[in-house]
């Protein structure tokens, strides 16, 4: 039930990036929900704090409030800013209301912590600084007002040394936090990056084309727009690390693949198929536009000059997608047609 309240409905997960924002800016308007109505029947019943009591119901009012609004708005920027101001502008108005014994000196100091938690590292610091410049005025204009007997200088100067050190605490938490999350965020990128490449080519791995081709299924079927395919496959590949070494056959697939990159546009995919197949996915391309593609491909590859010294070519098979077709089908058919290629002599096209 608490868990349901505080991710809003379960509007948000563990992995979205507000998921911690949220799960504070709930707890801490509820917290001011109970605390504000607490208070506010204690002044009242037991201390006839007529003035402070009525203060605890608007605050427990604007707190519930603002925590309605959030769980039904879902809106974390908004949130945060009304949280921050109702915590801060309270917190100043009960320093005014307890001059000369300032009791609520030692509440400021759950200030800092919250806004850099809610407000990160730079902002939080702005919003902390502001809140204890506002802080000091108030209190150089009550001054003249306390009587020799009042709050005690040092004990004041206690509350101030120690806010600041809880500041330069919860900053460098802030700082190193933000450090780690930086660095763990490079990781996971270049996680999700291995995971969706071929390490020899650069180019995306079968997992990835997968995905991509089962996606551009779905988008052709949606707008009605045509996609093709072309399966390319090295002639006599086998040779090439027979009589010149597995080194010298990677070089020519890292070769190969910056001849596919050069000729694909911006909207095609090039990635490895396996060992020596190469995948080429074509949106908004019918099979004329994707075999001139693959033509291209074919003659550059036949008129480059390999590391190795001998000459390479490539046979192609192209596929253009049909109603009703899947992955399966068309891959099958592109199979089909690269077959066809190597049937009749290699290096050449077939559809």
């Known amino acids: 039930m608490l868990k349901h309240f505080i991710t809003n409905n379960h509007q948000f997960k563990p992995s979205d990036p507000e998921y911690r924002r949220v799960y504070l800016i709930n707890g801490m308007l ?49 949130t945060t800013f009304h949280t921050i101001t109702l915590l801060g502008v309270f917190l100043l108005i009960y320093l005014g209301f307890s001059a000369p014994d300032f009791y609520s000196l030692y509440w400021l100091c759950i200030y800092p912590p919250l806004v850099f938690f809610l407000l990160g590292r730079k902002r939080g610091l702005f919003a902390t600084v502001l809140f204890f410049a506002l802080q000091a005025l108030l209190l150089s204009w009550l001054e003249p007002s306390w009587p020799s007997e009042g709050f005690p200088l040092e004990a004041l100067l206690n509350v101030v040394f120690a806010t600041i050190c809880l500041v330069l605490l919860v900053h460098y938490y802030e700082v190193s936090r933000s450090e780690v999350m930086q660095a763990l965020a490079a990781q996971h990128q270049q996680l999700q990056r291995l995971s969706v490449t071929d390490t020899l080519t650069g180019l995306y791995n079968r997992v990835k084309l997968d995905d991509i081709l089962s996606r551009e299924i779905a988008r052709s079927v949606r707008h009605q727009s045509p996609f093709s395919v072309i399966l390319a496959d090295l002639d006599f590949f086998k040779a090439v690390n027979d009589d010149f070494g597995h080194m010298a056959g990677d070089q020519a697939l890292i070769s190969f693949s910056g001849i596919l990159l050069q000729h694909c546009r911006e909207l095609d995919v090039a990635g490895r198929w396996g060992g020596e197949e190469f995948l080429v996915i074509c949106p ?40 009703d077709d899947d992955a399966n089908i068309i891959l099958k058919r592109a199979d089909d047609a690269l077959y066809r290629a190597k049937s009749n002599g290699r290096n050449c096209v077939e559809i």
């Open 30 to 78: 509820l917290s001011m929900v109970v605390i504000f109505t607490f208070f506010f029947f204690i002044n009242l019943a037991f201390f006839e704090l007529y003035s402070v009591a009525l203060l605890d119901f608007v605050g427990a009012a604007l707190a519930s409030v603002i925590l309605r609004r959030f769980q039904l708005l879902n809106n974390v920027r908004q």
């Open 284 to 323: 908004h391309t019918d099979i004329t536009g994707a075999k001139l593609l693959a033509e291209r491909i074919r003659s550059t590859v036949a008129n480059h000059d390999f590391a190795h010294g001998k000459q390479l070519t490539v046979s192609l098979g192209v596929a253009s997608f049909m109603r």
